[in-house]
């Protein structure tokens, strides 16, 4: 007789690799040794694990039939309590059926691997194993256990991914939808947080059964974001939609002061910078820089292939502040600027321009440059740009309009939600466009254009 560790490096090279071959002299050995493992002698439990983990791995079902029908139980624990997950090593290499055969003989369905997942968890982050998903749960699989590496639960998943079938499937075997990760992420926050991948229709019945089932919509997680600042993020305006339709709150703000409003400008999602400002979002809020979503826009500009041009006139549309003292994003810097100052600086006339268009004060103070007024500081800064000062020039020069200081006056009076309050003053039609600055001017039309055919030449 062999001692156990010569038997025990003999039977694992025999089941190394998938060939019958290498299982025939696997079998012959067991035979020729008269070997039955042992329960509680540690080499034989090694033994016994690692055959039946290589056998999950490269084996058919017969052969793993006969194992058990040799004392091979997959039910066998080490003194630590530990036994391998044969049914996750199953689904790991698409072994489906050798899964099944595992279970019928008793195999843990929730056994965790060395990072706490279980096969079920695994099974829910790919579409192909959706059966097998339903299969684990009707067997018995918990849907409420969390892995250990960052404390994700199976219904994440199915909500990060977007899997409407399993997200059922897991809500009728129990799975709850208060849980949260180490992060507190809720699975409505994974699930604003990724863009649908196959059918969007049928992926927002997720959120509807989510908010259906009492979940907060407003929860936050350990960073203070809610849902609508991981889709407004994302870009994912079904979905900020959706928050909106079902009150969320649109002008919380994170651990970094960012709003959701802030986070799409900073991602450059234009048309859910609109829509927020349409449902009242608040544009003139500082987050923990000290920036509002105006200088978030306008530091930005350069930093997409295409400027977003159409995005700040929504932001002053929606009255944002163009005469606010705010941080910029450009170079480092303890004090606060100007909008119009940090469009001069940059190189940005068609900025400077729509920021005098909407209303901004040249009298204004700065806290930089000596508290110089912007008639002041910007011949200083565009002593070396001739261009630039010719761009600006005929706006810092030319007296405004009556109907542009008149609708200045008019915007600033209203406050927030201005376009919902002018929709409502009895002026006929084409007035409430211009309070709203819906009838653009020629040269606004013309630098809308310009950016909108740059962006295609990008697309």
């Avoid at 129990?174 to 409505?188: E, H, K, M």
């Avoid at 103070?365 to 000062?389: H, Y």
Wanted: net charge negative; aromatic share 8%; charged share 25%.
């Amino acid at each position: 007789m062999r001692t156990h560790k010569e038997l025990y490096n003999t039977l694992l090279n025999a089941t190394a690799f998938a060939g019958n071959k290498q299982w025939d002299i696997f079998f012959e050995i067991i035979k020729s040794e008269n070997y039955t493992p042992s329960k509680d002698v540690k080499e034989d439990i090694d033994i016994t694990h690692r055959v039946l983990k290589n056998a999950a791995i490269h084996a058919s079902t017969e052969i793993i039939e006969r194992l058990f029908k040799l004392g091979f139980d997959p039910k066998v624990k080490s003194k630590d309590g530990h036994c391998p997950s044969y049914v996750l090593e199953g689904i790991y290499n698409n072994n489906e059926d050798v899964v099944w055969v595992f279970i019928k003989h008793g195999a843990d369905v929730n056994q965790v691997d060395s990072l706490g997942c279980t096969a079920l968890q695994y099974a829910v982050t790919h579409i192909h194993h959706k059966n097998t998903v339903k299969k684990l749960l009707d067997f018995g699989a918990n849907p409420n256990v969390r892995d250990l590496s960052s404390g994700v639960y199976p219904i994440h998943n199915a909500s990060r991914y977007h899997f409407p079938d399993v997200f059922v499937k897991l809500v009728q075997h129990g799975a709850s939808l208060d849980v949260t990760d180490n992060d507190g992420i809720t699975p409505l926050m994974y699930f604003a947080s990724q863009l649908p991948t196959f059918d969007k229709e049928s992926s927002m019945k997720i959120a509807d059964e989510i908010i259906k089932r009492g979940c907060d919509v407003n929860q936050k997680s350990k960073s203070e974001k809610t849902a609508l600042h991981f889709a407004a993020s994302m870009g994912f305006i079904d979905c900020v939609k959706f928050l909106l339709k079902h009150d969320a709150l649109i002008d919380l703000q994170d651990s970094s002061g960012n709003t959701a409003l802030i986070n799409a400008t900073l991602e450059c999602h234009m048309d859910i910078v609109k829509l927020l400002l349409q449902h009242g979002a608040n544009p003139d809020i500082l987050n923990g820089e000290q920036k509002t979503a105006l200088m978030v826009a306008i530091c930005t500009f350069k930093s997409w292939h295409h400027s977003p041009y159409a995005m700040l006139l929504d932001l002053i549309k929606g009255n944002a502040d163009v005469n606010v003292n705010a941080k910029n994003c450009l170079w480092p810097d303890p004090d606060p600027h100007l909008p119009l100052e940090v469009a001069v600086k940059i190189n940005l006339p068609d900025v400077a321009r729509l920021l005098i268009e909407g209303g901004c004060d040249l009298n204004v103070a700065s806290n930089w440059l000596d508290s110089a007024t912007p008639k002041r500081f910007i011949p200083k800064l565009l002593i070396n740009d001739v261009e630039l000062f010719t761009v600006l020039k005929q706006y810092y020069h030319t007296p405004r309009s009556l109907a542009d200081i008149t609708r200045l006056k008019i915007r600033q009076f209203l406050g927030y939600k201005t376009k919902s309050k002018i929709s409502q003053l009895p002026l006929p039609h084409p007035l409430l466009e211009f309070l709203n600055f819906d009838e653009l001017d020629e040269l606004t039309d013309m630098l809308l254009e310009k950016y909108h055919n740059t962006a295609k030449k990008h697309c």
